[in-house]
């Protein structure tokens, strides 16, 4: 029987921070696992190289769900991204050996094609509705099918998922940026700038928006309800997501689709909002939510209530994640759409390999296995260095989310 003989964490920054597990077994396979919580990346290292990888050495690596189990169930505490995260990474390197073992790209495990590519959105933004607008032509003319539009609230300056750089990156300074917020200035702009993309650019392409956790249920319903007109895909996060009932209250009000997900971390964190058809899209990850194992769980008890797949894939998803996502997406006959930002240059010199993007839709890698592989020596180029995500403040100094 193969073993797994050793499994090893790396933390590196290549570009931004990245924790990666490998796994290598008897027999000389490899395996990789995304382990990255961003903000609290080496909480997650501590748990894999403390508390997970002693537990791993001579397990057998083909029995992926008694690992899962065994991860979950024998940790006692249950859940949380940290816990989550870590046991995603074991899972999705185990997945990888699996299908390298079988000579098979992990979809063909996962019950083969169910469609041929993937669809994905990606980022425009702008800091005005014109910036905005150009950024959207920018990616329509990239071939996007799918276009996610943000824009600065003029009287609050920068806000959420307004690039700076070539990327969009928020964890961005050594302590966390405290940013303003006034809910009342972007309910007022961020209907006139959606409205803008779709009065230029027309209805041939799906629109979407992030609201990023920070309306009241009741504000959410009137925000849905003023860009009724722009037929979003979807309005992503309306409302923090740990009060699943809350959705109710938006559901009441608006036919705007409603996403969520990319902060929970388990099937319980999902249940009532997909049981009671209060989402339109979960937005759950391989790498927050227990690894493929867990993921696919999520998904076909969506597929029972007609609910779709869209899973976060922002920059701080590594590669490895990424190819994972897509490996389930093209196999899972709920899906969606993909999030994908793309990788800085730094990133892609650390990680290589992965999903081909070809005329808005992306395409998983036939070599067996995910298809990422992990420079080391590349990666001692860009050391650990500490990133925080922003605070958001309102107007009269107290903490808002963001
Ligand atoms: C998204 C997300 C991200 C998150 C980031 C936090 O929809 O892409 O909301 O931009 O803010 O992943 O780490
Ligand atoms: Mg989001």
Same mark, same amino acid.
């Given at each position: 029987?193969?073993?797994i003989?050793r499994a090893e ?13 490998r796994?290598?077994t #008897? ?6 696992g ?8 080496? *909480?997650v290292?501590s748990?894999?190289r403390?508390?997970l ?8 690596p083909?029995?992926?769900e008694?690992?899962w ?7 006692y505490w249950r !859940?949380?991204?940290v816990t989550?995260t870590?046991?995603?990474? /074991? ?7 699996k +299908?390298k073992v079988?000579?098979? %790209?992990?979809?063909q495990?996962?019950?083969?094609? #169910?469609r041929?590519?993937?669809l ?6 702008g800091? &005005? ?8 032509? !920018? @990616?329509?003319?990239?071939g996007?099918?799918a $276009?996610? *539009?943000?824009?600065? $609230? ?6 959420y998922g /307004?690039?700076? +750089?070539?990327?969009y990156e928020p964890?961005?300074? *050594?302590? %966390?940026?405290e940013?303003p917020?006034?809910t009342?200035?972007?309910?007022? @702009? ?6 803008a993309? !779709?009065e230029?650019?027309?209805?041939g @392409? ?5 609201v990023?956790?920070r309306?009241?249920?009741l504000?959410a319903?009137r925000? +849905?309800?003023?860009?009724? %007109?722009?037929?979003?895909y979807?309005?992503?996060?309306p409302?923090?997501a740990?009060n ?8 009441q009000?608006?036919?705007?689709p409603?996403?969520?997900?990319? $902060?929970?971390?388990?099937?319980? &964190? ?5 049981t009671?058809q209060l989402?339109?899209y /979960? !937005?759950?990850t391989?790498? =927050?939510?227990g690894?493929?194992?867990h993921l696919?769980?999520i998904f076909?008890?969506?597929?029972l ?5 869209g #899973?976060?894939g922002?920059?701080?998803?590594s ?5 994972? *996502?897509? =490996? ?8 969606g759409?993909?999030?994908?930002m ?7 010199? /650390?990680f290589?390999? +992965? ?5 808005g839709?992306?395409? %998983? ?8 592989e992990y420079?080391?020596k590349a ?21 808002h989310?963001w």
């Amino acid at each position: 029987m193969s073993k797994i003989e050793r499994a090893e964490v790396f933390v590196a920054s290549p570009g931004r921070t990245f924790v990666t597990l490998r796994i290598t077994t #008897s027999d000389g396979v490899v395996g990789l696992g995304d382990a990255t919580l961003n903000g609290r990346e080496l *909480a997650v290292a501590s748990y894999l190289r403390d508390h997970l990888v002693p537990l791993l050495i001579g397990k057998d690596p083909a029995r992926i769900e008694d690992m899962w189990q065994y991860l979950y169930k024998g940790a006692y505490w249950r !859940r949380g991204p940290v816990t989550m995260t870590a046991i995603s990474a /074991v899972d999705t390197a185990l997945w990888d050996i699996k +299908g390298k073992v079988a000579g098979l %790209p992990v979809y063909q495990l996962l019950g083969g094609r #169910s469609r041929d590519g993937v669809l994905v959105y990606s980022h425009a933004s702008g800091r &005005d509705t014109a910036e905005l607008l150009d950024d959207v032509e !920018r @990616f329509l003319s990239l071939g996007y099918k799918a $276009v996610r *539009a943000q824009a600065a $609230v003029p009287e609050v300056g920068g806000t959420y998922g /307004v690039r700076k +750089g070539k990327l969009y990156e928020p964890a961005a300074t *050594a302590l %966390p940026d405290e940013q303003p917020w006034d809910t009342e200035a972007y309910l007022n @702009f961020a209907p006139t700038y959606l409205e803008a993309v !779709r009065e230029r650019f027309g209805f041939g @392409f799906h629109l979407l928006h992030d609201v990023h956790h920070r309306l009241t249920p009741l504000e959410a319903a009137r925000f +849905g309800k003023a860009v009724e %007109p722009c037929r979003l895909y979807w309005m992503e996060d309306p409302t923090p997501a740990e009060n699943q009932e809350a959705f109710r209250l938006i559901r009441q009000h608006t036919t705007t689709p409603i996403a969520t997900g990319e $902060v929970l971390n388990s099937i319980w &964190d999902v249940q009532t909002l997909i049981t009671e058809q209060l989402i339109d899209y /979960v !937005r759950t990850t391989v790498v =927050h939510a227990g690894g493929l194992t867990h993921l696919r769980r999520i998904f076909d008890l969506a597929a029972l209530y007609g609910v779709r797949t869209g #899973s976060h894939g922002a920059t701080d998803l590594s590669p490895v994640s990424m190819a994972a *996502a897509v =490996h389930l997406d093209v196999a899972v006959p709920n899906f969606g759409i993909q999030e994908y930002m793309g990788h800085a240059d730094e990133t892609l010199e /650390v990680f290589r390999g +992965g999903p081909t993007l070809a005329a808005g839709m992306l395409h %998983p890698t036939e070599v067996p296995g995910l298809g990422v592989e992990y420079d080391e020596k590349a990666a001692e180029r860009y050391p650990y260095e500490a990133r925080y995500l922003p605070v958001a403040r309102r107007l009269d100094g107290s903490v808002h989310d963001w």
